[in-house]
C-alpha cells in the first residue's frame, strides 16, 4: 500500500460514512415519488449540487488535468457551450417537463408522440448511460491502484457496493444529499491540491505563468480555427458544448430527473442555471491544475505511470501531499464515484419502472417501491460488471460514448417540440436514422466527437421531419386542421 495507515483511514471512514448517511433515508418512503423524486422537496441549491456533482465525475477530476497535462485550456471553450445550453434548455424544454406529473424525460415523448417512442427513447438512454457510467466506475480503479499499488477490480466492486446500498435504500433523496456532501469534499480536496502545487513550485504563480507560456502557450483558452477535425476550439466548443449539453440536461434522465424534483418550475431553472456557474469554476479548476502539474513535472520527478496521464493527478497526490491531505483528496476522487454512481442507478431504476412498467397504478405503494429496489439492484451487478472493461482515455471515451447517441434522443425532443406535423412513426424513424448515422461518423471519420450532438440532431430532426410527412398528421394536427 503507497499511502500512510492514516490516509487509508480516512478513505475507509468515509466510504462507511457516507453510506450510513444515504442509508438513513429510507424512513418515511411510501410511493414512487418518494423514492424516484425525493417527493419533491429539495432546495434549487441542493438540486444545482447535485447537478453539478453527478455531470461532474472521477473521469472529470483525472481527465480534465490529464487534458491540459498534454494540451492547454482549450477545454473551457466546450464549457462555454455548457452555459448557453442552460439557457436555451429553461425557454424550451424544462417549462414542458411541468405540464403534468413526469417521473422521466420519455413521458414527455409519450404524451407527444406514443407509447412507442418513450420506450425507443428510455431503451437508448439506458444503453448509453450503463456504457458511460462503466466507464466513469472504471476510472476509480485508476486512482486506487495508484493509492495502493494493487489491481482496480477489488475497488471497483467495493465502491459499486457501497453506492448500491445507500442508493436501494434511500433513494432520491440520498443521492440528492450526498451528492452535496460530495460535491463539498471533492472541491475541498481540489482547492488543497491547488495550493499544495502552487507552494511546491518554485516562484508561485509567475513562475507557472512563465512556465507555461514557454512551453507553448498552455494557458491558452481559445482557437478560432475553422476545423471539424479539431476537438477543441472556439466554434466547435460553443456549438458543440451547447447541444451536447442541451442533449445531456435535457433529455438525459440521470440530469432531468434531478429538473423534475425541484418544488417547481422556477426552482428547476433555477437549479440548473446555477449549476453552470459551478460547473465553469470547477472545470477552470481542474485544468489550471494540469498546468501546474506539468509545470511542477519540470522542477521534481513526477512520472506518467504507463504513460497514462489519467494517473498524473493521483500519482501526484500520493507522493507529494502530506499524510492526511491526501486522504482527504482521495476520499474526494471516491466520492465523485459514489455520486454519479448513485445518480446513475436511481435514474435507471425510474426509467425501467415508468418507462416500461405495465399497470403500475394497479399495485400497492410498497409492492412498486420493492420493485424498484430491485431493479436498482439489478442495473447496480450491471455497472460494476461494465466498471472492468479498459476503455482508454477515461474523459473522452465517456463523453464521445453519450455523445453518439446523444443527438438522436434530442433530436427527437426538438422534433416534438418544433414541428407540430410530426407522428410517432416519423420519430421512431429519425431516431433509428440519427443514431445509425453517428454509429457511421464514429467508425468512418475524423469528425471531431464535439460535433457528433449537432451532426445527431440535424439527422434525427431532418429524417424525422421527413418520414412524418409520409404518414398522418398526429391527432393533434388533425385537429387543428378542423
Not at 36 to 55: D, H, K, Q, Y
Not at 93 to 100: A, K, R, V, W
Not at 146 to 167: E, K, N, P, Q
Not at 425 to 440: D, E, R, S
Amino acid at each position: 500500500m503507497r499511502i500512510s495507515p492514516f490516509d487509508f483511514a480516512i478513505i475507509v471512514l468515509y466510504l462507511v460514512g457516507i453510506t450510513l448517511f444515504g442509508a438513513r433515508f429510507r424512513r418515511g418512503q411510501r410511493t414512487l415519488r418518494d423514492y424516484f423524486l425525493g417527493n419533491r422537496t429539495a432546495p434549487w441549491w441542493a438540486l444545482a449540487c447535485s447537478i453539478v456533482a453527478t455531470e461532474t465525475s472521477t473521469l472529470t477530476i483525472i481527465g480534465t488535468p490529464a487534458i491540459a497535462f498534454g494540451g492547454n485550456l482549450g477545454f473551457l471553450q466546450l464549457v462555454l457551450g455548457y452555459l448557453v445550453a442552460r439557457v436555451i434548455l429553461c425557454v424550451v424544454l424544462i417549462p414542458q417537463y411541468f405540464q403534468g406529473e413526469f417521473y422521466t424525460a420519455y413521458q414527455l415523448l409519450e404524451k407527444r408522440f406514443g407509447r412507442r417512442m418513450k420506450s425507443a427513447a428510455a431503451l437508448v438512454f439506458m444503453g448509453t448511460r450503463a456504457l458511460a457510467e462503466g466507464v466513469r466506475i472504471s476510472a476509480i480503479g485508476k486512482v486506487v491502484s495508484v493509492a495502493f499499488g494493487t489491481g482496480d477490480r477489488l475497488s471497483i466492486a467495493i465502491v459499486t457496493a457501497l453506492t448500491l446500498v445507500y442508493t436501494f435504500e434511500g433513494g432520491m433523496r440520498a443521492v440528492i444529499w450526498t451528492d452535496v456532501i460530495q460535491l463539498a469534499l471533492y472541491l475541498t480536496g481540489s482547492l488543497t491540491a491547488f495550493l499544495l502545487l502552487l507552494h511546491k513550485i518554485p516562484g508561485g504563480w509567475p513562475a507557472v505563468t512563465q512556465a507555461a507560456a514557454a512551453a507553448g502557450g498552455k494557458l491558452r483558452v481559445f482557437d478560432f480555427t475553422v476545423s471539424l477535425t479539431q476537438t477543441y476550439t472556439f466554434w466547435s466548443g460553443v456549438i458543440g458544448g451547447t447541444f451536447l449539453t442541451m442533449a445531456s440536461h435535457g433529455t438525459d434522465q440521470t440530469i432531468v430527473q434531478r429538473l423534475l424534483a425541484a418544488r417547481n418550475e422556477r426552482d428547476s431553472k433555477k437549479a440548473l442555471l446555477a449549476s453552470g456557474v459551478v460547473v465553469f469554476a470547477q472545470f477552470t479548476l481542474f485544468l489550471v491544475i494540469g498546468v501546474m502539474l506539468f509545470v511542477y513535472a519540470q522542477h521534481a520527478l513526477l512520472p506518467v505511470p504507463g504513460g497514462d496521464t489519467d494517473r498524473i493527478f493521483p500519482e501526484f497526490i500520493v507522493r507529494n501531499m502530506p499524510v492526511g491531505l491526501a486522504g482527504l483528496v482521495l476520499a474526494s476522487i471516491v466520492a465523485l464515484a459514489m455520486s454519479n454512481a448513485s445518480g446513475s442507478l436511481n435514474s435507471l431504476a425510474s426509467s425501467s419502472v415508468m418507462d416500461f412498467g405495465e399497470n403500475r397504478g394497479a399495485a400497492a405503494p410498497a409492492q412498486q417501491l420493492s420493485r424498484s429496489r430491485k431493479i436498482t439492484l439489478a442495473w447496480g451487478v450491471v455497472l460494476g460488471l461494465l466498471g472492468l472493461v479498459r476503455w482508454g482515455g477515461v474523459l473522452e471515451a465517456g463523453l464521445t460514448i453519450a455523445s453518439i447517441t446523444y443527438g438522436g434522443l434530442l433530436g427527437v425532443f426538438l422534433l416534438g417540440t418544433w414541428n407540430r406535423r410530426a407522428n410517432e412513426t416519423g420519430a421512431l424513424a429519425g431516431l433509428a436514422a440519427g443514431i445509425a448515422a453517428m454509429v457511421a461518423v464514429r467508425f468512418l471519420t475524423h469528425l471531431a466527437f464535439t460535433w457528433y450532438v449537432l451532426a445527431g440532431t440535424i439527422v434525427t430532426f431532418a429524417a424525422g421531419s421527413l418520414a412524418s410527412l409520409a404518414g398522418s398528421p398526429p391527432p393533434a394536427a388533425r385537429d387543428r386542421r378542423k
